[in-house]
C-alpha cells in the first residue's frame, strides 16, 4: 500500500514537471498535430498513464493529476506562460478537458489490472479444480 502511494505522488511530481515545462515553453505556430510533442504525448505519456494506473490499481491514481492541475491554476493565475495563437489559457476548457482525457487512460490502467487480476484468480479456481477432480477417482 504504501508503495502504491509512493508511486501516486512520484506520478504527480512528474505531470506537474511536465506540464510546467510544456506550458512554459509554449507552442510555435508552426506546430500543428503532426508535430513532435503531440507524437511524444501519444506514444510516451499516454501508455505511461496506462502503465501507472495498472501498477497503483486504484481509483486514486488520478490524485496524481492533482500536481499539473495545481501548476495550471498557478501559471494562468500569475499569467506567466507561453500562449499559442490559439489563445488557450491553462484553465480553459480545451486545458481541462486534456487533463480528464489523462484521467481517463490512468483508470483504463486500473480497469486493465481488475481484468487482469480476474482472469489470473479464475485461471488459478479453474487449475484447482482439475487437479481435485484428477485425485478423485471417478464413480
Known amino acids: 500500500m504504501k508503495a502504491r502511494i509512493i508511486f501516486t505522488v512520484a506520478s504527480g511530481l512528474a505531470l506537474a514537471v511536465v506540464t510546467y515545462i510544456e506550458w512554459k515553453q509554449g507552442i510555435s505556430p508552426h506546430e500543428g498535430y503532426g508535430s513532435g510533442r503531440l507524437l511524444a504525448f501519444g506514444f510516451v505519456l499516454l501508455p505511461a498513464a496506462v502503465l501507472i494506473g495498472f501498477i497503483v490499481d486504484r481509483w486514486w491514481v488520478v490524485l496524481a493529476l492533482s500536481g499539473s492541475l495545481l501548476v495550471l491554476v498557478c501559471l494562468n493565475a500569475a499569467g506567466d506562460f507561453a500562449r499559442g495563437d490559439d489563445g488557450i489559457t491553462p484553465t480553459s476548457p480545451p486545458a481541462i478537458a486534456?487533463?480528464?482525457?489523462?484521467?481517463?487512460?490512468?483508470?483504463?490502467?486500473?480497469?486493465?489490472?481488475?481484468?487482469?487480476?480476474?482472469?489470473?484468480?479464475?485461471?488459478?479456481?479453474?487449475?484447482?479444480?482439475?487437479?481435485?477432480?484428477?485425485?478423485?477417482?471417478?464413480?
Open 98 to 139: 486534456g487533463e480528464l482525457w489523462l484521467a481517463m487512460f490512468l483508470l483504463i490502467g486500473v480497469g486493465l489490472r481488475r481484468a487482469w487480476a480476474a482472469f489470473r484468480s479464475r485461471s488459478h479456481a479453474l487449475g484447482k479444480a482439475e487437479a481435485v477432480d484428477k485425485r478423485r477417482p471417478d464413480v
